[in-house]
Nanobody, 115 residues
Framework: QLVESGGGLVQVGGSLRLSCEAS????????MNWYRQPPGKGRELVAS???????NYADSVKGRFAISRDNAKNTTYLQMDSLKPEDTAVYYC???????????WGQGTQVTVSS
């Protein structure tokens, strides 16, 4: 199970921190991803962090978002700063095996950036 939290309404330029807590997984062995789906658009990869803490970001969020993980808490975070209206989306946590095609999705959390 993946449980996301931390979404909400924020003004342009503001910050939010999303959390995703995993249960029933050997969390430290998986790559953790954050995806988002803006209204009327497809889902896109925002950021990822591997089991070795290697991070990758979409160009649209580089320098504004930071992904991290705390294996002791089975939790991954997405710190989002300098938010823009185009960041408005449902944000999904995704757990991805580094050895098979297995992956698992959270239920999503809404982020709305108002101008």
């Amino acid at each position: 199970q993946l449980v996301e939290s931390g979404g909400g309404l924020v003004q342009v330029g503001g910050s939010l921190r999303l959390s995703c807590e995993a249960s029933e997984f050997k969390f430290s062995q998986y790559t953790m991803n954050w995806y988002r789906q803006p209204p009327g658009k497809g889902r896109e990869l925002v950021a990822s962090i591997s089991s070795r803490f290697t991070t990758n970001y979409a160009d649209s969020v580089k320098g504004r978002f930071a992904i991290s993980r705390d294996n002791a808490k089975n939790t991954t975070y997405l710190q989002m700063d300098s938010l823009k209206p185009e960041d408005t989306a449902v944000y999904y946590c995704n757990l991805e095996s580094e050895y098979t095609t297995y992956n698992f999705w959270g239920q999503g959390t809404q982020v709305t950036v108002s101008s």
